[in-house]
């Protein structure tokens, strides 16, 4: 399976899958014209890369999105649940959110990312 | 009658209006306004969450316009969608507003006004409970966006959304909405 990587722009963000290290990061504001489109190569290479994943080595999101709009928060949800689903067949996953100490709306947009989903979550701040 | 350069900076001015397109939407003007509104915030001080709140309205209510308008590509009534919508960003003394406006058909308002009903009367705990529901929801297939973007706009504001439907002949009406932050 090969690396994805997909270069930041204005309105979408880094997005740098590595199977070898399983450390998997998207960094950027997410706001693109069809949030869906951009994403869907990034779900099916998810969804290739947790059906060859058959042990318990972890596997860590990196999450940094200064802004997303609502269309790519259902998407980073969506992505969200597939670790869910992973997490639930015995995958070790992590994620790890990170947000500007100094913006308070971005806080709250990651905690309630966490609420809604039961996986190891870390909001950290930077 | 022709009117004036500064007629239109006076409007602009008592209207506390900072900027404005009137036109076509594209995705790569909606970048670039709300990344000079940004920069203007910033210059300003504004504090980050409010920067914060002000793009994350102006884009979601440009992108609602937008994606509103892609439904009708290929209709009769496109070029007339396309081109009639507006998008203002002001500031009075304690807050920015986002006021936009753009053409609807009559048969797709009943949908939107009861949307819209919903979201201005709920709290913030109400809202909360929408964005929750909306976000946990399977996708309607061939929809642009996700259907969040009214109730995240509701969370952001200062006040209840105001907004109207304002008749413009036999196919349109004008609806415009205006939001404080």
């Known amino acids: ?126 | 009658m022709c009117m004036k350069l500064t007629d239109i900076q006076n409007i602009l001015g008592t209207s506390k209006i900072l900027t404005c397109f009137s036109g076509r939407f594209s995705q790569g003007l909606i970048e670039e306004m709300g990344e000079a509104v940004k920069k203007h915030m910033e210059c300003e001080e504004m504090p980050k969450n409010a920067i914060f709140n002000v793009f994350s309205i102006f884009i979601e209510q440009t992108q609602n316009i937008k994606n509103y308008t892609a439904t009708k590509e290929g209709s009769p009534n496109y070029n007339t969608i396309a081109g009639n919508s507006i998008v203002c960003i002001g500031n009075t003394e304690n807050n920015y507003f986002i006021w936009s406006g753009n053409y609807i058909e009559n048969s797709d308002i009943e949908p939107l006004r009861k949307k819209l009903e919903l979201v201005s009367k709920a709290n913030k705990d109400e809202l909360k409970l929408l964005f929750r529901e909306q976000m946990k929801k399977e996708l309607e297939p061939g929809k642009n966006g996700a259907g969040i973007g009214l109730i995240d706009i509701a969370r952001k504001a200062s006040s209840p959304i105001e907004y109207s439907f304002e008749k413009v002949d036999d196919s349109f009406y004008f609806y415009e909405i205006k939001v404080i932050v």
């Open chain 1, 1 to 126: 399976m090969e690396r994805l990587f997909i270069d930041q722009a204005k309105a979408t963000p880094q997005i740098d899958f590595d199977m070898d290290t399983r450390i998997l990061i998207i960094k950027g504001q997410s706001y693109p014209e069809n949030a869906f489109k951009f994403y869907e190569p990034v779900f099916n290479w998810l969804d290739d890369f947790l059906t060859q994943i058959q042990d318990e080595r972890q596997i860590r999101l990196e999450l940094s999105l200064p802004y997303v709009n609502t269309s790519s928060s259902k998407c980073i949800m969506m992505l969200l649940e597939k670790f869910e689903e992973a997490k639930e067949q015995g995958r070790n996953i992590l994620i790890n959110w990170y947000y500007d100490k100094d913006n308070e709306s971005e806080l709250e947009c990651a905690e309630e990312f966490k609420e809604f989903v039961d996986l190891e979550f870390n909001l950290i701040p930077c």
